[in-house]
């Protein structure tokens, strides 16, 4: 962290291959598009090669890139137009290794969830992406996306009971 703040474009590209992975996860799962999450992630790591000297503590590198990374995520879903129905023709399938039938049933669970997930507040989805999925504490959660511990919990608890409610079919 300290040699990419000097300027070490090849340190800082080692931070970019530790963290692309995850912050590529979050953006896709937020947005629900390949292509918007891409650049999300590229313009988040772009800010921060920018903004490093802003960093004084190298250990917060990870939380301020997940903040960076959510609310570009946020300000997406702000200014998006509706979203068009998924087509299942062009969605990938997670695993092609099972058999036929199981994972006809794991993609429609997986539509399902995504689905789901897309009927949430984009701030409820980010709270519960970076909680469930990502197992940021609640109080890293509030850091990332500008709010209250209290707050945090109660947008996970809706999204849990919406989620639930929704794939309550799939139990």
């Known amino acids: 962290m300290s040699r990419s703040r000097d300027g070490?474009?090849?340190a800082y590209e080692?931070?970019?291959?530790?963290?692309?992975?995850?912050?590529?996860?979050?953006?896709d799962r937020m947005l629900s598009d390949r292509t918007e999450a891409e650049d999300?992630?590229?313009?988040?790591?772009?800010t921060a090669w920018r903004r490093l000297a802003q960093l004084r503590d190298d250990?917060?590198?990870?939380?301020?890139?997940y903040r960076m990374t959510?609310?570009?995520?946020?300000n997406v879903l702000r200014h998006r137009q509706?979203?068009?129905?998924?087509?299942?023709d062009t969605t990938e399938s997670p695993r092609t290794d099972t058999r036929p039938d199981?994972?006809?049933?794991?993609?429609s669970q997986l539509e399902a969830l995504r689905a789901a997930?897309?009927?949430?507040?984009?701030?409820?989805?980010?709270?519960?992406?970076?909680?469930?999925?990502?197992?940021?504490?609640?109080?890293?959660?509030?850091?990332?996306?500008?709010?209250?511990?209290?707050a945090v919990r109660g947008r996970i608890a809706r999204a849990r009971a919406q989620l639930a409610e929704v794939m309550k079919a799939w139990r």
């Open 40 to 46: 999300v992630v590229q313009d988040a790591f772009l």
């Open 14 to 27: 080692q931070l970019v291959i530790r963290y692309q992975g995850r912050m590529f996860r979050l953006a």
């Open 117 to 150: 997930l897309d009927e949430l507040t984009p701030e409820q989805r980010a709270c519960w992406l970076l909680r469930e999925v990502h197992g940021r504490s609640y109080e890293e959660i509030g850091e990332i996306v500008g709010a209250n511990v209290t």
């Open 102 to 107: 199981h994972a006809v049933a794991v993609h």
């Open 70 to 74: 959510t609310n570009r995520c946020l």
């Open 8 to 10: 070490d474009v090849r």
């Open 82 to 88: 509706p979203a068009t129905d998924i087509d299942p």
């Open 59 to 65: 250990a917060a590198f990870a939380g301020w890139l």
